[in-house]
């Protein structure tokens, strides 16, 4: 057992997480979380990263935002800095940098 934190806020969200599966999204909007040793992603992240053929990254449209797996949140560490670093790597923006979100937004 192990505690699972929210990579988001760094918020504690269960004591004694199992590592079984898990569908959750925090208050804060993250869909990523931590345990002392361990990411867990969203299964959609992994379905993601499961879709890449000869080492192509996905189509960037089809990349959900970075604000999708970390939320909305001032909160910063190392962790949350690695992950997000490593989803612009793999092609992920942040939802104000997507043009197509301007344009909705825009529109209202």
């Not at 993250?30 to 000869?54: C, G, N």
């Not at 080492?55 to 997000?84: A, C, F, R, W």
């Not at 997507?98 to 909705?104: D, M, N, P």
Request: proline share 3%; net charge neutral; glycine share 8%.
């Amino acid at each position: 057992m192990s505690k699972l934190i929210c990579v988001g806020c760094g918020q504690e969200i269960m004591h004694d997480w199992d590592g079984s599966a898990l569908c959750y999204t925090h208050s804060c909007g993250a869909t990523v979380f931590r345990t002392e040793i361990h990411m867990v992603f969203p299964a959609s992240f992994i379905r993601l990263m499961a879709d890449f053929k000869d080492g192509k990254l996905p189509v960037k449209d089809k990349m959900p935002h970075i604000d999708y797996y970390v939320g909305k949140s001032d909160y910063t560490d190392k962790t949350k800095e690695t992950v997000v670093r490593f989803l612009q790597d793999i092609g992920c923006i942040w939802m104000k940098e997507c043009e197509s979100c301007k344009v909705k937004v825009g529109a209202r």
